[in-house]
C-alpha cells in the first residue's frame, strides 16, 4: 500500500476542485477505522437505499470486479460511464501537470459519477488512515471510526494511539463524528475537541437520539 501523503492529499483535492467540488452538496457520511469499516458503510447505505435514497457507495477493495467500488442504489458503476468518466479525470491530470495514483483516481470517478447522476447521499469508506487519505478532501456531514487496532503500521504508527490519531484526520469542524466502542476515546476526544467536531460515542448517540 503507498503511504498517503500531505502533497498527494493537495493533488486530490486541486483536481477535485476542478471537477467542481462534486460531492459538497450532497450529504456524505466518511467511515473510517481498523475493522467493520466496510461492513458499517454497506450497512448505512443499505439503510439508505431501503429509506427511498438515491445511495452511492465508494468502498475498497473490490472482491471480483473493479466496477464493485462505485455503486449507485446497489447497482456497479457501468463499463458505459467508466469510459465516459475516467478520461475526464485523465485529461485533468495531463493538462494541469497533477500526478494522481490508481486510488485517488478512483475515488474521483466516484465523485464525479455520484454528482452527475443526482445521489441524495454518499457513504465514503476510508482507504488508509483517515487525515492524509484522498477520500479526506470532501465536505462530510458525519464522520464515523468504528474500531482503532494495529493496522498499516508501517504507515500509520506503532502503536493505537498513533494509528487513531492518522483516523481522527477525517473529523470536521461542527461535524458529528461517531466512534466505536474499540477505540482509544481520550485520544479521539482531544482530536474531536481541537478540531471542533462533535463526538459521540455508540452510548452516547444511543442516549441523544433515543435509539435504546
Known amino acids: 500500500v503507498k503511504a498517503p501523503s500531505e502533497e498527494a492529499l493537495v493533488n486530490t483535492r486541486r483536481l477535485y476542485e476542478?471537477?467542481?467540488?462534486?460531492?459538497?452538496?450532497?450529504?456524505?457520511?466518511?467511515?473510517?477505522?481498523?475493522n467493520g469499516k466496510g461492513t458499517t458503510s454497506f450497512k448505512i447505505s443499505q439503510c439508505a437505499h431501503l429509506s427511498g435514497l438515491k445511495v452511492g457507495l465508494f468502498v475498497s477493495p473490490h472482491i471480483a470486479c473493479f466496477r464493485e467500488r462505485v455503486q449507485v442504489g446497489h447497482e456497479l458503476i457501468s463499463e458505459a460511464n467508466m469510459l465516459e468518466y475516467l478520461?475526464?479525470?485523465?485529461?485533468?491530470?495531463?493538462?494541469?501537470?497533477v500526478p494522481?495514483?490508481?486510488?485517488e483516481v478512483t475515488f474521483l470517478l466516484a465523485a464525479m459519477y455520484f454528482?452527475?447522476?443526482?445521489?441524495?447521499?454518499?457513504?465514503?469508506?476510508?482507504?488508509?488512515?483517515?487525515?492524509?487519505?484522498?477520500?479526506n478532501v470532501v465536505s462530510?456531514?458525519?464522520s464515523i471510526i468504528c474500531s482503532v487496532a494495529l493496522?498499516?503500521?508501517?504507515?500509520?504508527?506503532?502503536?493505537?494511539?498513533e494509528i487513531a490519531t492518522k483516523k481522527g484526520g477525517i473529523f470536521k469542524k461542527?461535524?458529528?463524528?461517531?466512534?466505536?466502542?474499540?477505540?482509544?476515546?481520550?485520544?479521539l476526544e482531544n482530536i474531536a475537541?481541537?478540531?471542533?467536531?462533535?463526538?459521540?460515542t455508540t452510548r452516547s448517540a444511543a442516549e441523544k437520539f433515543s435509539l435504546e
Open 140 to 142: 462530510t456531514a458525519l
Open 100 to 103: 494522481a495514483t490508481m486510488f
Open 115 to 135: 454528482g452527475r447522476v443526482g445521489c441524495d447521499i454518499v457513504v465514503l469508506e476510508v482507504g488508509v488512515g483517515g487525515e492524509l487519505d484522498a477520500t
Open 193 to 200: 475537541s481541537s478540531k471542533g467536531a462533535i463526538l459521540y
Open 18 to 34: 476542478l471537477l467542481g467540488k462534486p460531492l459538497d452538496s450532497i450529504p456524505t457520511v466518511h467511515v473510517g477505522g481498523t
Open 174 to 187: 461542527d461535524v458529528p463524528a461517531l466512534v466505536g466502542p474499540n477505540c482509544p476515546i481520550e485520544v
Open 151 to 161: 493496522d498499516h503500521t508501517r504507515i500509520l504508527g506503532a502503536t493505537v494511539e
Open 87 to 97: 478520461p475526464q479525470i485523465l485529461r485533468l491530470c495531463v493538462e494541469h501537470t
